[in-house]
């Protein structure tokens, strides 16, 4: 039976899309069909109808009109009502066919009621979505004559002038980057970028430089224009001219009267009469400047970029004649930039503290002494603004005309958000009409769940990808794997200038992220208006809503006692709670969530909790984490936690998430039922303990197509693990972690395991944990293993031979973990060959290792070196140091003599030295 539809996207009129909606409704025949294939369909249906009406809801954001902002209410409600339907049905199906023929007989009845059920609800929405169909006409009409008016962008453009070039500290050393750049770029005509997120003070600083003495001394005519995200490249060019010539006039005017055939007198001394060309089209205006512009050297401030194009359509107009001209442009986007310039551009940074400290007590006390009792809770307010300068200014301009007391400050202290977001302030159209409005419209259900995140959370990019690929905020592509476009989705973010990175991985990728707090509190505005999610807190916890997305940030447990949301339609639940949620009535709590399709309890779980055994009615479900290191310890045993036959009938599974903690892997076993192998879509297994893999049953389908991670695999005579990867269950794995015993290294068949490991053709990413000794020979590892990560391990001369040899390996870490002395180790540590594209080497824990020979011309790409606890190495090789592409070498708890070595180590421009001796707490990625 087919279930497809057939759909050009996107469609340009939200009406079509409702049309196209209206058809897509699953038949009664269609509707009779097994679970899955019903899931299937409806899956086909949501990314190729609904899809478009969430583009067109938009693009409705863009204009703030109420009859629009009505329509696109009444088309999300139908959307979301229309989806419950289905979905309500499918999970319904599914219970069904759980029961067996008995059962299935007794409620043959009940089931009949059911279709009639829905079908009478699909022809309620089906009437709702022709009556809007009907009324397009009238709503076109008014979508044409409510477009926003000149006057109103006017004025937006000038409130944003006014906070954004007003008068800000911390610029002094921003200043002297940018003209180092200005002044770099030869003779030839050059551009240099300001790179920064709205209302940083971007236009300051430009405007800073606009006005210095360097440009005043260095450039002969220098001339302004604001571009804006209103973009109209007439008016631009027109006023550019006028700039240029009110600027220039004798020079510019002489320039021009001399080519002219209609000469005219200059009417004195900087005016000019340039009505003349108020009438010129886009290309005689460009004539006007480059002949303006010819022969001088120039500089021009491109103010607030917004696209390429922009850039495109303007520089024609800047001549390049070998007389080291120069365009500054400004923009919050970095692929403005980058396309503008081969140049790496200027990103402006957050005010630090005493920056921040200094702008805000200029800006409230106005150069009167700060009183003492306020000075303490000024820093603290100025520290919650999170750097922006734009938020500093805005919250100092409210506190100046308030009264100067501890007790009126403490007021506004606990509410530094909410008033900053007050329509009055104007934040909200500075950072967030203009970022948000601009963003296409995959990117902007990516961007405003980031609001689900607590204030000043570091949101692993891991948890955050798989959580997008769960909502199917991720367009699916015929050639590249989800999560990839995933993380192009959160680079177009950064790029923006609306997410920030936090930490960095090893090989300097984003290992965690972060929003500012302003732009998260718009976020959460947003989405409550847009109904994307609700955030619940202490203060709103008894508000009876219907949420679709959920994000749970107070007690869990007062949470679940003293709601009374209805859950009837929640997709999504994110818990950021501390406490345990066991209570008697977990089983109850399942019943309330029955279409989720995200569900996130990170936080560990009590030693009495038991996973529900009706978990199997989320059939839904895509993504499930859940911390399961107290059940690991309580079973203690061999295995130490089976997984429940409920979490593997989740037919509908990407991402299983059953915990993270490192120090839990030696406490027991995670073991599977064979159900494991329904789990077709699963992509992502997480565990605390290494898993017990099952043996794949004898059917038809025995492949895991879409698994992509599976850390970690127990290797033992009980896990079928070299069984399964010997028959290919896994053709698309792309990250494995493999976990040895001491009392199972050296069974019969483990040897065996690295016969079949080059089969996962995918493979980039292999962990080793527990395994002293590995094949000498290169062929036992797969071609595109690219990341490498070992402890304990035997590192004699032929096994670093054997590693150097992998051609495409880019990051090692060596780590002896389990085994801080033994006879297996050498003293001397040997890189003698090899290893061309590693960019990451690290080091822990080797406690044995004295003295370390590197090779000539070994690891010629080698970027970063991190050596953490290795306490007899006594020096690094001088080989090292000759190394071209080194960036940084960190170095943790030395011995002394490798201190002294290091201290007195001269070190080449552009390469860091970091010496820790104390070494603190070092997060476990400094291996895993």
């Known amino acids: 039976m087919d279930l497809t539809v057939s759909y050009s996207y996107p469609s340009s009129s939200p009406c079509a899309s409702l049309h196209q909606f209206y058809h897509s409704f699953p038949s009664s025949s269609a509707l009779a069909a097994p679970t899955p294939i019903i899931g299937a369909a409806i899956e086909t249906r949501r990314s190729l109808v609904l899809y478009p009406l969430v583009e067109y809801l938009a693009a409705t954001k863009t204009r703030k009109k109420e009859i629009e902002q009505e329509v696109a209410r009444q088309i999300t409600d139908i959307a979301h009502e229309a989806e419950d339907v289905i979905d309500t049905y499918v999970a319904n199906v599914a219970r069904n066919q759980r029961r067996s023929w008995v059962s299935k007989m007794l409620h043959g009845v009940d089931h009949a009621k059911l279709l009639h059920h829905v079908a009478k609800k699909i022809d309620n929405i089906k009437v709702r979505i022709d009556q809007i169909y009907e009324n397009r006409i009238k709503f076109d009409t008014q979508e044409a004559a409510g477009s926003s008016t000149d006057q109103e962008l006017q004025l937006l453009h000038k409130r944003r002038r006014d906070v954004e070039e007003d008068d800000v500290v911390g610029f002094q050393h921003d200043t002297t980057e940018v003209i180092n750049l200005l002044e770099q770029g030869g003779l030839r005509r050059n551009v240099v970028s300001i790179i920064g997120m709205g209302g940083l003070g971007k236009t300051t600083l430009a405007r800073k430089i606009y006005n210095s003495d360097y440009v005043k001394n260095r450039f002969y005519c220098h001339a302004w224009v604001y571009v804006s995200n209103d973009y109209r490249p007439r008016e631009v060019l027109h006023t550019l001219l006028k700039c240029l010539l009110t600027i220039s006039a004798n020079a510019c005017y002489h320039n021009y009267n001399s080519s002219s055939q209609n000469k005219k007198k200059p009417k004195g001394k900087g005016e000019v009469e340039y009505d003349e060309f108020h009438n010129l089209s886009e290309e005689k205006l460009r004539d006007k400047i480059h002949d303006c512009l010819k022969g001088k050297r120039y500089l021009v401030v491109l103010d607030d970029v917004w696209k390429p194009q922009h850039w495109d359509d303007l520089q024609d107009a800047f001549p390049d ?16 930039a980058s396309h503008a310039s081969s140049s790496p551009p200027y990103y402006l940074p957050l005010l630090n503290q005493e920056e921040s400290w200094e702008l805000f007590s200029k800006r409230v006390f106005r150069g009167e002494c700060v009183p003492s009792d306020l000075e303490l809770l000024g820093k603290q307010m100025a520290e919650s603004c999170g750097g922006l300068p734009l938020s500093i200014v805005v919250l100092a301009g409210i506190l100046a005309n308030k009264e100067k007391s501890y007790w009126e400050w403490s007021k506004i202290m606990s509410h530094v958000n909410s008033y900053l977001t007050q329509p009055e302030t104007q934040v909200q159209d500075i950072v967030l009409k203009l970022s948000y409005d601009s963003l296409p419209p995959k990117l902007r259900p990516c961007f405003l769940y980031f609001g689900m995140f607590p204030e000043d959370y570091e949101i692993p990019v891991r948890d955050l990808i798989q959580l997008w690929v769960a909502k199917g905020f991720i367009l699916h592509s015929d050639f590249r794997i989800t999560e990839d476009v995933a993380e192009d989705y959160l680079d177009q973010l950064i790029d923006r200038s609306l997410i920030q990175v936090g930490r960095r991985r090893s090989d300097w990728g984003i290992k965690t992220c972060r929003i500012h707090d302003l732009l998260r509190e718009l976020c959460i505005s947003e989405g409550r208006e847009e109904k994307v999610f609700e955030v619940c807190r202490d203060v709103n916890i008894l508000e009876k809503t219907k949420p679709r997305r959920l994000s749970v940030q107070c007690n869990m447990s007062d949470y679940l006692a003293s709601s009374n949301k209805d859950y009837s339609g929640t997709r999504s639940m994110l818990c950021f709670g501390r406490d345990s949620c066991y209570n008697s009535k977990t089983k109850r709590h399942v019943k309330w969530f029955q279409l989720v399709r995200v569900l996130d309890v990170p936080f560990q779980l009590s030693r009495e909790f038991k996973i529900p055994a009706n978990l199997n009615m989320l059939v839904h479900l895509r993504y499930l984490r859940i911390n399961l290191s107290d059940l690991l310890s309580e079973y203690f045993g061999v295995i130490g936690c089976v997984i429940p036959e409920s979490i593997c009938n989740l037919w509908n599974l990407e991402t299983l998430d059953l915990g993270r903690d490192r120090s839990m892997v030696d406490d027991g076993y995670v073991a599977f039922s064979s159900g494991m192998w329904k789990l077709k879509r699963l992509r992502h297994l997480h565990t605390d303990g290494p898993v017990i893999l099952p043996k794949f049953p004898n059917v038809e389908s025995n492949t895991m197509w879409n698994l992509q991670t599976l850390s970690y695999v127990a290797v033992h005579k009980k896990s079928a693990a070299m069984t ?29 395991f690295w016969e079949h490991l080059p089969n996962l053709k995918h493979l980039n990413t292999l962990k080793i944990y527990g395994l002293t000794d590995i094949p000498t020979s290169v062929n036992v590892f797969p071609s595109n293993l690219t990341k490498l990560a070992v402890s304990a391990l035997n590192l004699n001369n032929d096994v670093m031979s054997t590693l150097g040899s992998l051609t495409n390996l880019r990051i090692l870490k060596l780590r002896d973990r389990e085994f801080p002395k033994g006879p297996w180790y050498e003293s001397e540590f040997r890189c003698i060959n ?26 010629p790409c080698l970027r970063r070196l991190v050596i953490a606890k290795c306490d007899r190495l006594t020096a690094l090789p001088n080989e090292l140091w000759s190394l071209t592409s080194l960036r940084e070498v960190r170095v943790i708890r030395p011995s002394e003599s490798l201190k002294m070595q290091l201290e007195s180590q001269p070190m080449r421009d552009g390469c860091n030295l970091i010496i820790d001796v104390q070494g603190g707490r070092q997060r476990d990625d400094v291996l895993y």
Not at 739 to 745: L, N
């Open 724 to 752: 399964l990867i010997s028959k290919g269950v896994f053709p698309k794995l792309r990250k494995l972690g493999l976990h040895f015993r001491e009392g199972d290294k050296h069974k019969q068949g483990v040897g065996h």
């Open 321 to 336: 004649d070998n007389k080291s001209s120069r365009i500054l442009i400004t923009s919050r986007l970095k692929e403005v």
């Open 834 to 859: 090899g290893f061309p594209q590693l960019e990451v080497f690290q080091m822990k824990d080797l406690w044995e290792i004295s003295r370390w020979e590197l090779g000539k011309d070994v690891m």
